[in-house]
């Protein structure tokens, strides 16, 4: 139960840790969150130029093409979790591994 009280703002990152962390940073970005984005917002501003969605009166596809991008990258982000999670759970003696094994087990 000491677990639970421990505040998370005290934990120490081991350097296994926040190379783990640092990689899942850069690989969901550029392996999921970069292309879906790329992917939706091109697509929108298409779908604008030939008539399948209706411009903004003042900005054009603009407003549909940020929304595209930001959708995109959470998107990318939200589907990188489980395999960022795998990278901390593979590291040994670690304690988000360890919790997030734990978690996974119920």
């Given amino acids: ?5 421990k505040s998370h703002s005290s ?16 690989e969901s ?19 604008v130029k030939q008539g399948y ?3 903004n009166t003042k900005f054009g596809s603009a407003p549909k093409v940020v929304f595209g991008l930001i959708l995109g990258y959470l998107i990318g ?6 395999k960022c999670a795998q990278k901390f759970m ?4 670690s304690e988000i591994g360890e919790l997030l094994r734990r978690t996974r087990k119920r």
């Fill in 1 to 5: 139960m000491a677990d639970r009280t």
């Fill in 11 to 26: 934990y120490h990152y081991s350097a296994e840790e926040l190379k783990a962390l640092e990689e899942c940073s850069i």
């Fill in 29 to 47: 970005f550029f392996q999921r969150s970069l292309p879906l984005a790329t992917i939706l917002a091109v697509g929108a501003h298409i779908a």
């Fill in 53 to 55: 969605l209706k411009p």
């Fill in 77 to 82: 982000q939200i589907s990188y979790q489980n």
């Fill in 90 to 93: 593979e590291i040994p003696d």
